[in-house]
């Protein structure tokens, strides 16, 4: 799986740009705000036509234009795809596959990608939030339907909390509370089995990761945690969507007085433990990088498993962040797929990996090696 070309118009600070990449390891040099993150981004898109920066289309668009278009020559599974996103002021997104039309779901069974950046680094130590984001972007590249569940999901979350903020003045809106509990603990109810599948198998592909990482000195642990109702949360879906309910109906009051929806999956989260500690609470700097590390190559490897091919790996300016030894360990472990890395030191990195060198100044790209 690989990206063969990218050309980008009006993205950015990128007027009319073209990137031929190399199908191993790419690395993309140059000082701060010359451009070399939105090249990232440009190529994340592809995975999904979701950006890992901001919510907001209209934030991809250049200051000087009205749309901005993504046009790429993707190989994967054999097949070699042309993916356009077009992306217009005040318009929806658009989104084709050789010329058919494509939904932001469907484009995730084109190509996928794992984004490793400095915030992953803090994936541990941040609150549940980084977390979900890590299950929810990597789930929704493997599964086109988990896309469409969070959706609805977002929606009825707002909808309910919108009720429960607003019935003392419009008492009416209680009227449809328990229509959106409802559907709000049945997409929950699918959310919750998606995402244990998703860390149990994370828990059994980073454990050996992290133990070659720390000569077997140290043992990773995951462990999903969702509603605490929930008994087993890899049960039949039918069986999770009664006892969300059952909770739900516990909280009904607690809900009403907060003003706030107190059941459902987007309080989720992942316990990490290093050596049976809570890595948030004890890990100390090093340990909580290098668990984030094999956390972020074992999504990698667990892509590779499920589509046969590796993803492609975005490495955004994390080495710098990194000691040598773990700069080792990444580098050492990137092998067999197409790799971007955006740093500031091109050519150190090139003589470690092989592969092409591009220069990006102003929103220009050249490549130098």
């Known amino acids: 799986m690989r990206i063969q070309r990218i050309a980008l118009s009006g993205f950015r600070n990128y007027d009319e740009e073209t990137v031929e990449f190399g199908p191993d390891v790419n690395v993309v040099t ?51 795809q042309t993916v356009r996103l077009l992306f217009r002021r005040g318009q929806r997104r658009a989104v084709t596959v050789n010329g058919a039309k494509k939904t932001s779901a469907e484009l995730s069974g084109v190509m996928t990608a794992v984004l490793f950046s400095p915030d992953d680094l803090y994936l541990i130590k941040e609150g549940a939030a980084a977390r979900r984001r890590l299950m ?14 969070l959706t609805d999901f977002n929606r009825l979350y707002e909808n309910k909390t919108r009720i429960l903020k607003d019935w003392r003045e419009k008492p009416r809106l209680l009227d449809t509370l328990d229509e959106f509990s409802d559907g709000l603990a049945r997409c929950s109810a ?63 009051q607690a809900e009403l007085e907060a003003g706030q929806c107190l059941t459902g999956a987007h309080k989720d989260d992942i316990e990490i433990t290093i050596n049976g500690a809570a890595a948030r609470s004890f890990a100390s700097q090093g340990q909580t990088r290098t668990a984030a590390l094999s ?14 091919e590796y993803p492609v790996l975005l490495l955004d300016d994390v080495l710098s962040e990194l000691d040598a030894a773990r ?43």
């Not at 929810?136 to 569940?149: C, E, F, G, N, P």
């Not at 860390?199 to 509603?227: M, W």
């Not at 990698?300 to 589509?307: A, L, P, V």
């Not at 990444?330 to 197409?338: D, E, F, H, S, T």
């Open 30 to 80: 140059g000082t701060n705000a010359q451009g070399k993150t939105n090249l990232l981004e440009a190529v994340y898109l592809l995975s999904g036509a979701h950006s890992f920066r901001t919510r907001f289309d209209k934030e991809l668009i250049g200051f000087d234009s009205d749309w901005a278009s993504l046009l790429a020559d993707v190989e994967a599974g054999g097949r070699e």
């Open 136 to 149: 929810d972007t990597a789930i929704s590249q493997l599964r086109s339907s988990y896309a469409s569940v």
């Open 190 to 252: 699918r959310i919750i089995r998606y995402r244990a599948s998703f860390v149990q198998r994370l828990a059994e592909t980073a454990a050996p990761i992290h133990g070659d990482f720390s000569d077997n000195r140290e043992a990773l642990g995951l462990t999903y945690k969702t509603v605490s109702t929930v008994t087993d949360p890899t049960a039949p879906m039918q069986e999770i969507y009664y006892q969300i309910c059952e909770h739900q109906e516990r909280h009904r």
């Open 295 to 308: 956390i972020k190559l074992a999504e990698r490897e667990i892509f590779r498993t499920e589509t046969g």
């Open 327 to 369: 700069q080792e360990f990444v580098l050492n472990r990137i092998g067999g797929g197409q790799t971007i890395i955006t740093c500031c030191e091109g050519e150190a990195i090139r003589r470690r990996t092989g592969g092409r060198v591009f220069s990006v100044e102003a929103g220009r790209i050249r490549r130098e090696k």
